[in-house]
Structure formats: structure tokens, C-alpha cells
């Protein structure tokens, strides 16, 4: 090591890593999609006028390419806005007031859980907070959630109502469900028969090597075990495209597209077709589109690597952590020994290094070890991300140095 935490704060470096951003070398890969936007017009193939009112469901071509990107039929696909977060936000919202098909409305039940695989996605554990939706964490491991205790809590429990899952490369541990894992999501039996799978497919298409593992069929394999209308599906062209100007899409059974559209209706008279129209036109196809992931792929893979290499240069000796290599995705989780995560988050902060709070992959805001430490280095560039890697390093030493040193005292 050949600088301090000290000398490394005096640096006055300004890194912002707190969330899992595209870099602006990736948004200019579809630049096309502005600059070509007088070509794309406004009529579709159809002779749909995309300028004017209708298609809630979204414009007949974006539900094709969802269908062709999803691998499921364009009537069971709803093409969107730009977030599917969004539509995952709406679907819990919708069965909170008006109820799943054929159930009653989540409010008037006494309590509603959902499980939470840990670590997970802040974002969804927000959703839950803001519509009053109590947490339950389940451990992850790498082939996804553990199985027998999900299976345990869900036959038992009538105030589950539907779990979170992110089946390929999870934010933030880059888990990869199997296929064992997926046919027992699809098969367990459920105390609560509104029961749902909000499946959150948003790395689909974001491999990092030169494997590109294929996300399971949840729709079919639910349908398959009599369970038709157990799973929502969600993803987008967020990091496909523009995080900002995307397009999301959701699948589902047929009876939870038509309870959808019942709803949406009524929330709106239709989405963004232009920018439909558009992504259309731009990614073509299943193919097309990913040629494209793997020119991010190109651009991401190397920033992966070079945090691989510097936490291994720099905490490689220091028993008690560990990191994730992940295959896809856009996150690291950094493990300390436990007790450690909030001081080294506080610590690369003050070296000026932000990274996502401590905590925040678990319901509540609440680490109950302390341990787990989210790193998204898509963003910063190359040079910021080995100096980043560095400060958390550093961060963590440092921490584990001050506890030492509390106990010698
Ligand atoms: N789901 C997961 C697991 C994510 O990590 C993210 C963004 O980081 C999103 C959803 C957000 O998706 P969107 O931009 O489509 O709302």
C-alpha cells in the first residue's frame, strides 16, 4: 500500500458511485435515437398516428419487440414509459386498491408482506414502505433466494401476497436463479391464493462476459405448474438505451394484462408512442438489440475488472472479506467482517467516495450484521474507478484499525 487514508483525503477527490447509473459513453451508444428522430416521424407500420391519444397497452410493434425480447406472446406484453419501476410501483399500488383479478382489494386485509430477498434492491423495499407493504427478508445465496424457507413462510402465511425477485444478475449480488430455484417459484403452494411474483428481469440482456445466460421462462413454467396468473414480469430499455428516455415493458397472463388495462385506463389514455415509435425503429429486433448490450458489455466489463483487481490488490489479505465477480448486472457487493459496513461507507464518504448508503439492500434501511457495502462502478470512469476502489479500501482498514485500536485502549 502506498498511501494512507489521510494522504488519500487530502486528495479532494469527488466520486460519486451511489447508484447503478449507465456512463455517458454508454447513453451516446443510441444517439441514433435522436438524432434520427425526424426519420422515425410519428405513423407506424399500421398506420397508427403515435402523436395522438390511445393504446394504453402501448403501440401493437413495442409489444412485439417486448414479446420477442421477453419470449412470450405480444398480447400477454404491455409496452410502456421509461420506467419499469414504475409499472412494478403501479401493479402493487393497483392490488393495494382495487385487488388482483377475482380477490379483494390488499387494504382490507388485516396485513400484507411481501418477502424480500437480502440483499435486494432499495428501490423495490421503497415501493413497499410508501404503500404500507410490511418486509420480510429471505436470504439470498447464489442460485437465488433461499428456497425451503420461502417455501415455508408463503404455504403458511395468508398475508403474503407476493415476493420480490431479480432472476438474473440480482441488484446487488449478481445471483443467478437456477432452474431448481424457478420451477419451485412457479410450483410452491401458497396460503394466499392472490399470491404474486414480481419479477424484476432488468439485467436481462446485461451479460459481462461472453456467456449470455439466458433468463428462465417464469410465465410458462408458472403456467405449467397451474399457477397461470402467479407472475408479473418487468423490464426496460433503461440500460439498453437511456435510462431516462427508455421504454419498460410488463408480461403477465392474460387475465393480469386485461385486470391491467382495466386499471391503467383509467390512470391514463395511453404512453409515450413517439418515443415507442422510435425505440422501434432503433433496436429492431431481439438481435439488434443485443448487439448493442454487447457494445456496453465492452465498455462495462473493463471497469468490473479493474475493481476486481484493485479490491484484490488492496484487501486481498484482509480475512473476513469478500466481494462478488459478477457474470452480469451492474453492482459489486463488498462483504467486511460484520459491524464494518456503516463506518466504511462513512469513512469513503469523508475521502470522497459516495457510495449507496449502509444497509440500504436490506428492508429498512437495516443491515442486521452490517456487513454488506453496494458498489455500482458503471458510471465513473476508469481512473475514478481504481481511485474508488482504493478510498474503500482504505475506508475499510481504516475501520477495522479503529476498532482494534478501541479494543487495545
Ligand atoms: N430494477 C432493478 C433491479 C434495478 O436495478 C433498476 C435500476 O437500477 C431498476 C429496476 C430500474 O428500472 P427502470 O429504469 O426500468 O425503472
Redesign the pocket.
Known amino acids: 500500500m502506498t498511501i494512507t487514508y489521510d494522504e488519500f483525503k487530502a486528495l479532494g477527490l469527488s466520486i460519486d458511485m451511489t ?2 447509473k449507465p456512463a455517458p459513453e454508454q447513453l451516446d451508444l443510441s444517439l441514433s435515437l435522436i438524432e434520427d428522430a425526424p426519420q422515425a416521424g410519428y405513423l407506424t407500420r399500421d398506420g397508427i398516428d403515435c402523436r395522438n391519444y390511445g393504446h394504453v397497452l402501448g403501440l401493437p410493434q413495442a409489444r412485439e419487440l417486448g414479446a420477442q425480447c421477453l419470449g412470450v406472446p405480444a398480447q400477454q406484453v404491455v409496452a410502456g414509459g ?5 409499472l ?1 410501483h403501479d401493479t402493487l399500488a393497483f392490488a393495494m386498491l382495487h385487488g388482483l383479478p377475482q380477490a379483494e382489494p390488499w387494504r382490507r386485509a388485516d396485513e400484507v408482506a411481501v418477502l424480500c430477498p437480502v440483499p435486494g ?1 432499495d ?2 423495499f421503497a415501493i413497499c414502505e410508501a404503500l404500507g407493504i410490511r418486509m420480510i427478508a429471505v436470504p439470498m445465496n447464489e442460485d437465488g433466494p433461499d428456497m425451503a424457507h420461502v417455501e415455508a413462510l408463503v404455504a403458511s402465511d395468508p398475508a403474503i401476497k407476493g415476493m420480490w425477485c ?1 432472476p438474473l444478475y ?2 446487488p449480488t449478481g445471483a443467478i436463479y437456477s432452474c431448481e430455484t424457478v420451477r419451485r417459484l412457479a410450483r410452491m403452494p401458497a396460503a394466499a391464493a392472490d399470491f404474486r411474483l414480481l419479477w ?1 428481469d ?2 436481462r440482456f446485461h451479460h459481462l462476459t461472453d456467456q449470455r445466460i439466458e433468463s428462465h421462462d417464469i410465465l410458462a413454467a408458472c403456467a405449467e405448474a397451474g399457477h397461470v396468473d402467479r407472475a408479473f414480469v ?3 430499455t ?2 439498453v438505451t437511456f ?1 431516462g428516455g ?1 421504454v ?1 415493458w410488463l408480461a403477465s397472463s392474460a387475465a393480469n394484462i386485461a385486470w391491467w388495462q382495466r386499471h391503467m385506463s383509467v390512470r391514463t389514455i395511453g404512453p409515450d408512442k413517439l418515443n415507442q415509435l422510435r425505440h422501434v425503429r432503433y433496436l429492431r429486433d431481439r438481435t439488434t438489440l443485443e448487439s448493442l448490450m454487447d457494445r456496453h458489455r465492452a465498455i462495462l466489463q473493463p471497469k468490473f475488472e479493474l475493481l476486481d483487481a484493485t479490491l484484490h490488490a488492496w484487501l486481498g489479505d484482509q480475512p473476513g472479506v469478500s466481494w462478488t465477480k459478477p457474470q452480469g448486472g ?1 453492482f459489486v457487493s463488498l462483504y467486511t467482517p460484520d459491524g464494518y459496513a456503516k463506518r466504511t461507507v462513512e469513512l469513503a464518504a469523508q475521502a470522497g467516495v459516495v457510495l449507496t448508503g449502509a444497509g440500504a439492500a436490506f428492508p429498512y434501511g437495516i443491515d442486521p450484521r452490517d456487513r454488506h457495502v453496494r458498489i455500482a462502478p458503471s458510471c465513473p470512469s476508469l481512473p475514478e474507478i481504481e481511485r474508488a476502489g482504493q478510498a474503500i479500501a482504505l475506508s475499510l482498514r481504516r475501520a477495522l484499525g479503529e476498532a482494534a485500536r478501541g479494543k487495545a485502549a
Open positions: 447508484r447503478g421509461n420506467s419499469s419501476l414504475e412494478m434492491y428501490r423495490h431479480t440480482s441488484n424484476d432488468a439485467y418487468f423490464a426496460s433503461s440500460k435510462a427508455g419498460a451492474y
